[in-house]
């Protein structure tokens, strides 16, 4: 296995072609750190540009799908239970699936507003869908789930 920036990469034996290319790796791998980024802004539209238009979002008790109702859910978040929030999210593996899919995994969490670190209780491991678009590489679907047995 390869790695990237300290990340874990591979490539699925089912896959099609050659490697994914430097470019591809570090894109899908750079994911993690534009969500950070469009969070510690509260940009809910910024956060909604990146999945795709019928990407899907999966937290713990939460199902939404499509661009534009991630973004409205993501907005309310922001005034409510994320307000004054932050999150925080490292790559653990790239797993490219073919020349324009690739699964990424993450651990992470939400950093509880007033709070300088990740609580334990709020670590999470998440899993990300990415596809490549016209718009660069999105993600088709997100889901987390907590990082300790309950």
Known sequence: M????GVE???SPSATRSRPS????????GLP?????????HDADGFGELFTEDGTLVLPGVYVAGRDEIAAFMRNAFEGPYKG????????????????VALLI????VIAAGRTELADADAIRASWLTVRTDGGWRLAAYQNSPRDAR
Do not use: I, Y
Request: charged share 20%.
């Open 85 to 100: 929030t932050r999150v925080t999210g490292a790559p653990v593996n790239v797993r490219f699936l073919g020349p324009d």
């Open 33 to 41: 750190a534009r969500l950070v980024e469009v969070w510690a802004a």
């Open 9 to 11: 990469v591979s490539q």
């Open 2 to 5: 390869a790695t990237n920036e």
């Open 106 to 109: 993450t651990e992470g969490g």
């Open 22 to 29: 430097p470019a591809d790796q570090k894109a899908v791998a």
